[in-house]
């Protein structure tokens, strides 16, 4: 019996990109018009063949790899709950609220420098007192908890 991709797909239960990758070296039935038939006899075993080496599938290979995918789940599992992984959301809220502490310390700067310039009468004071804000700042930044 000839059939088409989609008849293949709805017959095995598989999407039609699967089948149309399975079935790529298999020459093509008589088919109508545009539509690419396969010959059923053909085309079956080969979508059945799944492995990689053209061969049925190895239950015990295939529970090998589920066990392993298991475990390797467990293990990230464990790892979370023992805190040596961080949540996602947890680091982004804490780089967050970093960078906008940062940012409101930067956006003070302007305003202390230009009032304590007012005040002074030289450079040197100019730098002094620029310099005592900024370390502030930077002190203000240092001594903010762990997130």
Same mark, same amino acid.
């Given at each position: 019996?000839?059939?088409?991709?989609?008849?293949?797909?709805?017959?095995?239960?598989?999407?039609? &990109?699967?089948?149309?990758?399975?079935?790529?070296?298999?020459?093509?039935?008589?088919?109508?018009?545009? &539509?690419?038939?396969?010959?059923?006899?053909?085309?079956?075993?080969?979508?059945?063949?799944?492995?990689?080496?053209?061969?049925?599938?190895? %239950?015990?290979?295939?529970?090998?790899?589920?066990?392993?995918?298991?475990?390797?789940?467990?293990?990230?599992?464990?790892?979370?709950?023992? *805190?040596?992984?961080?949540?996602?959301?947890?680091?982004?809220?804490?780089?967050?609220? %970093?960078?906008?502490?940062?940012?409101?310390?930067?956006?003070? %700067?302007?305003?202390?420098?230009?009032?304590? *310039?007012?005040?002074?009468?030289?450079?040197?004071?100019?730098?002094?007192?620029?310099?005592?804000?900024?370390?502030?700042?930077?002190?203000?930044?240092?001594? %903010?908890?762990?997130?």
């Amino acid at each position: 019996m000839k059939a088409n991709i989609t008849d293949l797909a709805d017959m095995c239960g598989m999407h039609r &990109e699967t089948v149309r990758k399975r079935l790529r070296d298999l020459p093509k039935a008589e088919g109508n018009g545009r &539509e690419v038939c396969y010959d059923s006899v053909e085309a079956l075993p080969r979508l059945y063949r799944v492995n990689g080496h053209g061969g049925p599938l190895d %239950l015990s290979e295939e529970r090998a790899k589920l066990a392993k995918s298991q475990t390797e789940r467990v293990s990230l599992d464990v790892q979370r709950l023992q *805190a040596e992984l961080l949540d996602t959301d947890d680091v982004r809220r804490a780089w967050s609220d %970093l960078v906008e502490r940062f940012e409101h310390e930067c956006a003070v %700067l302007p305003a202390a420098m230009a009032h304590a *310039a007012m005040g002074a009468t030289t450079v040197r004071e100019i730098e002094e007192s620029t310099r005592k804000i900024v370390d502030a700042a930077l002190t203000r930044l240092s001594e %903010l908890k762990e997130l």
